[in-house]
């Protein structure tokens, strides 16, 4: 291969990479945070975090690892998002956790918690792994 063909090729590989680059974006989440949970009750609260919305991405709460008192264990949770405002705070819906993710959409910038609404079998609920996203 001549000089002229191999710094033709070479520009050619170096361009598909280059556009390989470009159209690849990454799927960007403003923010997310992970806990547990130990011993709630329905009207315990999560911690508070800020969307800002400078993204497109649904609030969700995944769980896994959950456990209840009642005698049948763990069936679903109730849990609420509000959004914390001045006055009685903005309830965003309750979704139902069977121990999986649940989602409120894209939730417009603010700050917000969840609150555990409901515990199917029992009364007290504990999960080993929370994380929310927004």
Same mark, same amino acid.
């Given at each position: 291969?001549?000089?002229?063909?191999?710094?033709?090729?070479?520009? /050619?590989?170096?361009? +598909?990479?280059?556009?390989?680059?470009?159209? #690849? !974006?990454? +799927?960007? #989440?403003?923010?997310?945070?992970?806990?547990?949970? @130990?011993?709630?009750?329905?009207?315990?609260?999560?911690?508070?975090?800020?969307?800002?919305?400078?993204?497109?991405?649904?609030?969700?709460?995944?769980?896994?690892?959950?456990?209840?008192?009642?005698?049948?264990?763990?069936?679903? #949770?109730? /849990? &609420?998002?509000?959004?914390?405002?001045?006055?009685?705070?903005?309830? &965003?819906?309750?979704?139902?956790?069977?121990?999986?993710?649940?989602?409120?959409?894209?939730? +417009?910038?603010?700050? *917000? *918690?969840?609150?555990?609404?409901?515990?199917?079998?029992?009364?007290?609920?504990?999960?080993? @792994?929370? !994380?929310?996203? *927004?």
């Amino acid at each position: 291969m001549n000089v002229k063909n191999r710094r033709m090729a070479q520009g /050619l590989v170096t361009g +598909a990479v280059l556009l390989g680059f470009v159209g #690849a !974006t990454p +799927a960007y #989440a403003e923010g997310s945070w992970s806990s547990y949970i @130990s011993s709630w009750t329905p009207g315990s609260e999560s911690r508070r975090w800020v969307d800002n919305n400078t993204d497109s991405v649904s609030t969700s709460v995944s769980f896994s690892g959950c456990s209840s008192d009642g005698g049948t264990g763990f069936r679903q #949770a109730g /849990l &609420k998002v509000w959004k914390d405002v001045l006055g009685p705070d903005d309830d &965003k819906g309750t979704r139902t956790n069977t121990c999986n993710s649940v989602s409120w959409g894209d939730l +417009a910038s603010g700050e *917000y *918690y969840f609150e555990l609404w409901s515990v199917t079998s029992g009364g007290v609920l504990s999960v080993n @792994s929370v !994380t929310t996203r *927004y």
